[in-house]
């Protein structure tokens, strides 16, 4: 039988009722992803995304959830009280077949991971309305390994221009340092 262990459950609740689509959520979080902290900010690089129609009345905030190397074989497209959204509109995954949650200039993924160090996420404190808050919670379950962040990286690059080319690559700059 697998091993027990205790996990925290880190919940973002979204409020699409109140947010106003001010988009400053996506200011903090590129900022504070810059490389060095605050040194840029570029709402592209964010991980958090607002669908943001106000003509349609429409602003949704979603987070960046997983890496997937392949699109799912069929696209959602909802309509929620006499609204319309785009296809795929609600999906967290850095996907090949859209641009969100991906570096603008790489392509490589771009996943929350709530702000690790922090207190509170930064979208949450910077979200003067309340359309963001943040709960945690403790949860017994099965041990399991998480895939480090640079590995979806290297999965993500692998898939994008074969091992063999990653190697040789690594092979080059090894040899340069
Ligand atoms: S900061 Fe809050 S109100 Fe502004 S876009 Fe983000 S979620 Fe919406
Ligand atoms: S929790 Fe942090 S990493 Fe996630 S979207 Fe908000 S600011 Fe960005």
């Given at each position: 039988m697998a091993e027990k262990t205790k996990k925290i459950i880190k919940t973002l609740k979204?409020?699409?009722n109140k947010c106003n689509g001010c988009r400053a959520c996506e200011v903090i979080c590129?900022?504070?992803?810059?490389?060095?902290?605050?040194s840029s900010n570029?709402?592209?690089?964010?991980?958090i995304r607002i669908i943001r129609d106000p003509f349609r009345d429409i602003f949704v905030p979603v987070y960046a959830g997983e890496y997937t190397p392949a699109e799912c074989a069929g696209r959602d497209?909802?309509?929620?009280?006499?609204?319309?959204?785009?296809?795929c509109s609600?999906?967290?995954?850095?996907?090949?077949s859209r641009p969100e949650f991906k570096?603008?200039?790489?392509?490589?993924?771009?996943?929350?991971d709530m702000c690790e160090g922090e207190d509170e996420p930064l979208c949450v404190k910077w979200c003067l309305v309340d359309a963001l808050t943040y709960e945690e919670?403790?949860?017994?379950?099965?041990?399991?390994?998480?895939?480090?962040?640079?590995?979806?990286?290297?999965?993500?690059?692998?898939?994008?221009?074969?091992l063999q080319k990653m190697m040789e690559t690594f092979a080059r700059m090894a040899q340069k340092d």
């Open positions: 979204i409020d699409v590129s900022a504070f992803h810059a490389e060095p902290k605050y570029n709402p592209a690089r964010s991980r497209k909802y309509m929620i009280d006499g609204k319309e959204y785009d296809e609600f999906c967290r995954a850095s996907c090949p570096e603008p200039d790489s392509g490589l993924p771009l996943k929350c919670r403790e949860e017994e379950v099965d041990e399991q390994e998480e895939q480090e962040e640079m590995e979806v990286s290297l999965e993500a690059l692998a898939n994008k221009y074969g």
